[in-house]
Every structure is written in C-alpha cells, then in structure tokens.
C-alpha cells in the first residue's frame, strides 16, 4: 500500500450551558469570520491531540475529547483533504480575549448564531447542529493491541439531553 498525502483538519465544537464556544479569524482569507476552534493535524500528533492543542492556542480552553461529530471530505489541489470535527468538554472556564490569530472569542446562543458572519455554512451547520441535534460517535480504544494508541469511532449517541447540563 502506498502513501497518500492528506490535507488533515480539526475543529473543537465545546457545548456549555446551551451556549457554543466560537472564534472569529483575525487574519487571512476569513479574517473578521466566526467558526469553531480549528487547525491542522501536526507531523507526529493524533487528530485527538491536534484538536485539544488548537482549542488551547486559540480560546486558552483546555479539554478532554468525548467524541466525533462529523466528517468533511474534499479534494484541496487533486489531494484529498478530510476535515473532523470533534465534540469536546471543557474543562477550563475562561476564554482568552484574542491572539494573534484569533480576534475574539465567546460563548454564543442559538438564537445569536445567525448575526455571525460565518468562516463557511459548514462551519455554521456543525453550530448549529451542536445546539439543536447533538449527537456524537464515542472512541472505543484498544480493539486491536497495538504499539501505539488509536480510537475507533462508532455508535451514536444522542447528547441532546445533555445539552444544558456542562460537558
């Protein structure tokens, strides 16, 4: 089997209190858009530890993983790029203001969502779906022994009689 080189995407989508944590682009292409926590998958990290570190560089939120949300598939220059979007519990009760790459940060409503001017409608549909229709597919770990740590994801699971309660 070959090597394929993959475009790999994160985004954190962190429920609290009926409310959806979200960042507005500082700089760049989508400079002064709104969306969820999100980066790139670094050489070396897993998509799980990818997502946990782009939640803290840019809300200074730290997390723990509780499931997969969704899954985006495109083609980024005839390369494949996949895009996963995890939910996430915070652990962590202050949001940092702004860095250099994020402009501001907040808690917003789903009755707020549609004021925002939105990084993509995918972007916006993973909000509004975190506030509305929550569900999720949890990690199961170790199905196979192997020498490094991996999850299989499967099985939804509605959250959506959690959504008031903090995650």
């Not at 782009?54 to 495109?74: F, P, Q, S, W």
């Not at 860095?99 to 990084?119: F, H, K, M, P, R």
């Not at 549909?125 to 999720?136: E, F, H, M, Y």
Request: include cysteine; charged fraction near 20%.
């Amino acid at each position: 089997m070959g090597r394929l080189m993959c475009d790999l995407g994160v985004a954190a989508r962190v429920v609290q209190d009926n409310r959806i944590l979200l960042v507005q682009e500082a700089r760049g292409r989508y400079s002064g858009c709104w969306g969820l926590p999100k980066g790139h998958v670094e050489s070396g990290e897993s998509p799980e530890q990818a997502v946990l570190r782009e939640l803290d560089e840019e809300t200074n939120h730290k997390g723990v993983v509780i499931g997969l949300a969704a899954v985006r598939t495109a083609l980024k220059r005839d390369d494949p790029a996949v895009f996963l979007c995890y939910d996430v519990a915070s652990t962590t009760s202050s949001v940092m203001d702004q860095s250099d790459e994020i402009s501001a940060a907040g808690w917003y409503s789903i009755t707020e969502l549609n004021q925002l001017n939105w990084v993509s409608e995918t972007m916006q549909q993973l909000a509004i779906d975190g506030l509305s229709q929550r569900k999720t597919m949890e990690a199961t770990n170790g199905l196979t022994v192997r020498d490094t740590p991996y999850a299989v994801y499967r099985t939804n699971r509605n959250l959506a009689a959690n959504q008031g309660a903090t995650l």
